[in-house]
């Protein structure tokens, strides 16, 4: 079953990512999910504007998207060869390649890089 994004789901997310980053200032990249666009959420993000700056993706831009070197490099360590019939041992191989990406900043903002974004 696939989980439903909806407006108040990213909001918890939002106010999560708050507490997370303890108010300090954050960059979101946002791609054009309605919900991304719903007037709830734009009213919402005007009320964040002080610690929060959204940055919308262009329209089907995947080489514009950070998340899609995550993927790439996942792909080709931890999710390479894997022929899983459960799908709690395919989210475990996800998580610990998610952990490693993390622990190395370099190749974090190398996805950045690699978009030729700029902050």
């Known amino acids: 079953m696939m989980a439903t994004t909806t407006e108040e789901s990213l909001i918890e997310f939002i106010r999560e990512l708050r507490r997370q980053f303890r108010g300090q200032p954050v960059i979101l990249l946002w791609d054009g999910l309605p919900s991304h666009r719903s007037k709830l959420m734009t009213q919402f993000l005007a009320e964040q504007r002080h610690w929060l700056d959204v940055r919308r993706l262009p329209a089907y831009a995947p080489d514009?998207?950070?998340v899609?070197?995550?993927?790439?490099?996942?792909?080709?360590?931890e999710l390479a060869n894997h022929c899983q019939t459960h799908m709690q041992m395919v989210t475990i191989a996800a998580r610990q390649?998610?952990?490693?990406?993390?622990?190395?900043?370099?190749?974090?903002?190398?996805?950045?890089r690699h978009t030729g974004l700029q902050l």
């Open 64 to 66: 514009l998207n950070p």
């Open 68 to 77: 899609e070197g995550l993927w790439s490099n996942l792909k080709s360590q």
């Open 97 to 112: 390649g998610a952990n490693r990406v993390r622990s190395q900043r370099s190749l974090v903002f190398g996805f950045l």
